[in-house]
């Protein structure tokens, strides 16, 4: 499985950017897929997730009620809109599919593909 991530920039804060992440697999369906981050000088940390359905949804708390996980199966992509952004937010942000799943996880070790990668900067 692959995962191509995109969608990364430089904005202001206040601003928005929507992510998305491709995936090669054609059972892309049966993955719970997550977003993931590190920021400069922190280790990784889980950002949001959403099962295969798309009908659950999970957020650090850092990010809820500013970022949305959504996920389109028929494209094998899934995306995060980000909005109200804070400098605080400023990472790379990794996609992650977790095969097989039937629940959402924050923990990292248990996501089996992994994206690149892009770069979230935002300004102060």
């Known amino acids: 499985v692959q995962l191509q991530a995109s969608g990364g920039g430089l904005v202001q804060a206040g601003g928005s950017l929507r992510l998305s992440c491709a995936a090669s697999?054609?059972?892309?369906?049966?993955?719970?897929m997550g977003w993931f981050r590190r920021s400069p000088g922190k280790d990784r940390e889980f950002v949001a997730a959403?099962?295969?359905?798309?009908?659950?949804?999970y957020y650090a708390d850092s990010v809820k009620g500013r970022f949305t996980i959504s996920r389109d199966n028929a494209k094998n992509t899934v995306y995060l809109q980000m909005n109200s952004l804070k400098p605080e937010d400023t990472g790379v942000y990794y996609c992650?599919?977790?095969?097989?799943?039937?629940?959402?996880?924050?923990?990292?070790?248990?996501?089996?593909?992994w994206g690149q990668g892009t770069q979230v900067t935002v300004s102060s």
């Open positions: 959403i099962t295969w359905s798309g009908g659950t949804t």
């Open positions: 992650a599919a977790d095969l097989g799943a039937v629940i959402i996880s924050t923990n990292e070790n248990e996501y089996d593909y």
């Open positions: 697999a054609r059972t892309f369906s049966r993955y719970v």
